[in-house]
């Protein structure tokens, strides 16, 4: 450890120089001054998200921001971010890549950090084409509807007098599920949730690791010590991860070859993948789908168990709103059947229930940063070529300007409004927008709005003893994702 504190040392001294004196882009944003080296690295916080959102008060909803080395711009109002995602999309189509995310086997492969170039192109085609089609989601759907079933099933058997149920652990669980049978047609966890604990881990790991804050996205020049081991203790979980694709892969390729399970091709997101590999002059192989894949499957899998998780406890915080919630679900389709995901269309207020949750709390509040690619004019300042560019979505879901009492969890405040969360309207843009928004995003909000609608309908729910609705505690743990801060538990009962 002394090594590495000397050459921390080192590398202060050769960066503090012109760091102090530094160059200043013409017209750039204003933003806070900041300490010498550290920039506004002690301003962050535990919040990052909710830290940048009060600066913006003060300095403007576009602001230059020094964090440690690295110098970046904040957007944090929907004018802002048209502007960048929509006006300049081509300009802020790269990714700025945090170092951990290097830690995994072929990152040139990736969705969600390579840079928006012609490979990216072919490989967001796909899943646009492909994968995410109504079409194809709607053959898959016999899949999402037998791993929720077995979720019911699941906290039926738990419903013993008192007995508490963590809910976000049972999404989490139900999620890797969902994603499992419509990316593989196979179970990751067992129908009683109690096997498959490695790849859980593995994939918490992940989510955890990416989202601590690391030095070496601040001090480049230090970058590869890995002060603080980063990328040393998520990389096993990486490269275990692909072992396990890797297995998979094998098998349904020896499937395919030889016809031997009841259809040689399950129609799956694997066989799509598999299909392409085929086709001649495609640059898609065995290696490059597995980033695709990992990045697929871990996003869709943790940010949709959080979103329903935050949206169980915004209704537990709120009585009123989950019994309106059930009256709904048993008007429209009774207590007889389960819920379907053609059902949605005739659930609005479901919907605003979800539309509401996403514009609290945004799966992924700070959206995955942006490069710019040449200089380039927004709401009247310059951001120059190389800047590091972040959108608060946290931030601009919470404007005032935007949105009335926007503190308050108010789904009435969707009910006969046509605001969106497909990046068209740039109030609320929890999924991203234009050319970089969530290519998942039609599988994810279908698995939410699943969930959320057969837990309300299946159960009774109440806080555990002693606890009142007004007292839940709603604080937020910030990292990639934003997780409840204290999981989310509470007593189901047979309706």
Known sequence: MELYLVLFLISLLLFLKPFLLPSKPRNLPPGPAGLPFLGSLLQLGARPHESLFNMARRHGQVMTLRLGLVTSVVVSSPEAA???????????????VPDVITAQPNPEFTLAWVPGDQRWRARRRVCSTQMFTAQ???????????????????????????????????????????????MFSIDIVDPEFQTAQEFKDLVWRIMEDAGKPNPSDYFPAVRRFDLLGVKRHIQPAYMRLHEIFDEIIDKRLKERATGSSESSKSGDFLDVLLDQCEEEGSEF????????????????????????????????????????????????????????????RHLPYLQAI??????????????????????????????????QVLVNAWAIGR??????????????????????????????????????ICPGLPLAIRMVHLMVASLVQSFNWKLPE?????????????????????PLRAIPSLV
């Open 285 to 344: 192989t065995r290696q490059s789908i597995k980033p695709v894949i990992l990045d697929l499957f871990i996003a869709g899998s943790d940010t949709s168990a959080l979103t329903t998780e935050w949206a169980m406890a915004e209704l537990l915080h709120n009585p009123s709103l989950l019994q309106r919630s059930r009256d709904e679900l048993t008007a429209a389709i009774g207590t007889e059947r389960p819920v379907q995901e053609s059902d949605t």
């Open 82 to 96: 048209r502007e960048t995602l929509q006006k300049h999309d081509e300009n802020f189509s790269d990714r700025a």
């Open 399 to 436: 404007d005032p300007s935007y949105w009335e009492d926007p503190l308050s969890f108010t789904p009435e405040r969707f009910l006969g409004s046509n605001v969106d969360y497909k990046g068209r309207d740039f109030e609320y843009i929890p999924f991203g927008a234009d050319r970089r």
């Open 354 to 387: 979800v539309k509401e949750t996403l514009r609290l709390h945004p799966a992924v509040p700070l959206l995955l940063p942006y490069k710019s690619k040449n200089d380039a004019e927004v709401c009247g300042y310059v951001i120059p070529k190389g800047m």
């Open 136 to 182: 194809r989601l709607d053959t898959l759907q016999h899949l999402r509807h037998q791993k929720v079933h077995q979720l019911v099933t699941h906290i039926k058997k738990s419903c013993d007098p008192g007995r508490e149920v963590d809910i976000g652990q049972l999404a989490f669980a139900t999620t890797l599920n969902l994603m499992s049978s419509t």
């Open 466 to 486: 002693g606890m009142a609705p007004e007292s839940l505690d709603m604080q937020e743990q910030f990292g990639v994702t934003l997780r409840k801060a204290i």
